[in-house]
């Protein structure tokens, strides 16, 4: 059966704290990881990793995909209060490229 | 920039009635899904189409049908309406399969 986990699944820290959120999966015929950030609405997208150990960077935000250890992390420096979110990880896997998500991590971020 | 539109945004029913939830998309995105969002739960996949023509189940398919007569459009029906049905509705598009997916904002709905 295919499988997303998320750990943790939820942490608080405070403003300026750096953060590391974990994904691992056992999923048929990897395609790639998305991660997504859900505030109250729609998950928004943030990075798409298909090989490892190639870093993606956006400001603060970073992640990085191991397909040998079948793991994920996103990492957030400097954390602050607008990061406070559910995060999602997903896997696109299998001949139709099904996409299927863990079940977060909510992140709150006190000032 | 409309993106991926899903309407209605809140909807209540009734027990056994059905009703279709729209979702339409101006990208020319080949690949649409449905999600269902429940506290704790994660998204779960309900069903998801390829192309004008073809769809096929996800993990959660029971209670709902789907169809994608044009490429913009993927509605999904509820059949008979029961109280488990009672979530967070999203629909999804993507350019193609296996990158980024775009999301509407959603369709809360309660079964009573």
């Known amino acids: 059966e295919d499988k997303v986990v998320q750990s943790p699944l939820s942490l608080v820290v405070h403003e300026g704290d750096t953060v590391t959120l974990n994904c691992s999966y056992e999923?048929?015929?990897?395609?790639?990881l998305l991660w997504y950030k859900q505030e109250k609405k729609a998950p928004t997208f943030l990075f798409m990793l298909?090989?490892?150990?190639i870093e993606k960077k956006s400001g603060r935000l970073s992640s990085i995909l191991d397909k040998k250890e079948l793991f994920s992390i996103l990492n957030i420096t400097a954390t602050q209060t607008g990061d406070s979110a559910v995060y999602l990880c997903a896997l696109t896997h299998g001949s139709n490229y099904k996409l299927t998500f863990g079940k977060g991590t909510l992140l709150t971020v006190n000032p | 920039n409309a993106g991926v539109t899903q309407t209605p945004k809140f909807q209540v029913l009734k027990t056994g009635q059905s009703m279709t939830l729209q979702c339409a998309q101006d990208m020319n995105h080949e690949y649409m899904s449905w999600y269902r969002q429940d506290p704790g739960m994660g998204l779960r996949l309900i069903h998801y189409s390829v192309g004008a023509g073809i769809t096929d189940q996800g993990e959660v398919p029971n209670g709902y049908n789907v169809s994608r007569s044009t490429t913009e459009d993927f509605p999904l029906r509820l059949l008979s309406a029961a109280p488990s049905q009672t979530s967070v509705y999203f629909c999804?598009?993507?350019?193609?399969?296996?990158?980024?997916?775009?999301f509407g904002q959603g369709t809360r709905l309660t079964v009573v």
């Open positions: 999804a598009s993507s350019f193609r399969m296996g990158t980024e997916a775009f």
């Open positions: 999923v048929t015929n990897f395609r790639s």
């Open positions: 298909t090989s490892s150990g």
